[in-house]
T-cell receptor
Framework: AQSVTQLDSHVSVSEGTPVLLRCNYS??????LFWYVQHPNKGLQLLLKYTSAATLVKGINGFEAEFKKSETSFHLTKPSAHMSDAAEYFC????????????FGKGTKLSVIP | DADVTQTPRNRITKTGKRIMLECSQTKGHDRMYWYRQDPGLGLRLIYYSFDVKDINKGEISDGYSVSRQAQAKFSLSLESAIPNQTALYFCATSDSDRGYEQYFGPGTRLTVT
């Protein structure tokens, strides 16, 4: 069984300040983990992925995430928020072991204040 | 990303009507999926297909049916729409070697009145 918990439903930051979106997971196997972003009235875009290689993963638009097995966490960060980062972000876990099954978190809505 | 397209993008229909949502992909992937998104619930899997002859129910398949007309086409039908099927519907695709890495279409916003 696998599950994912996004610890904040809504995060608000000022433009130019750091972004931290928190995600904890559970999985019976060595998981693959993803962050997707959904801009208003848009589809889901893959931001970054962890698939058992380097634990610090860099994605698009300056985002990165660190896989911490001991803490079962995969938090998403960005050093400096931009207005265009305002969107909803989903943490997603796959149990690995050849599984297709993705389990989505409930999402974190990021607001960026000018 | 135009690799996965969905039609229509928006649809309003009445309770009891039959409606079909269509998905096409040019990524050459053999696996296709239908999800629905409800506010505050993330995405939940409705049906998935590993190839044209392999279709499986997902977490919330009741009230839905699917058809895989070709490797590139996967449609979702609501036989008799009801208001609680109002949601945003996403189609996704993946390669069989990397089933966990799924690529999503732009979504179809369905409203059932």
């Amino acid at each position: 069984a696998q599950s994912v918990t996004q610890l904040d439903s809504h995060v608000s930051v000022s433009e130019g300040t750091p972004v931290l979106l928190r995600c904890n997971y559970s999985s019976s196997y060595s998981p693959s983990l993803f962050w997707y972003v959904q801009h208003p009235n848009k589809g889901l875009q893959l931001l970054l992925k962890y698939t058992s290689a380097a634990t610090l993963v860099k994605g698009i638009n300056g985002f990165e995430a660190e896989f911490k097995k001991s803490e079962t966490s995969f938090h998403l960060t960005k050093p400096s928020a931009h207005m265009s980062d305002a969107a909803e972000y989903f943490c997603v876990v796959n149990s690995g072991a050849g599984s297709y099954q993705l389990t989505f978190g409930k999402g974190t809505k990021l607001s960026v204040i000018p | 990303d135009a690799d996965v397209t969905q039609t229509p993008r928006n649809r309003i229909t009445k309770t009891g009507k039959r409606i079909m949502l269509e998905c096409s992909q040019t990524k050459g992937h053999d696996r296709m999926y239908w999800y629905r998104q409800d506010p505050g619930l993330g995405l939940r899997l409705i049906y998935y297909s590993f190839d044209v002859k392999d279709i499986n129910k997902g977490e919330i398949s009741d009230g839905y049916s699917v058809s895989r007309q070709a490797q590139a086409k996967f449609s979702l039908s609501l036989e008799s729409a009801i208001p609680n099927q109002t949601a945003l519907y996403f189609c996704a695709t993946s390669d069989s070697d990397r089933g966990y890495e799924q690529y999503f279409g732009p979504g179809t916003r369905l409203t059932v009145t």
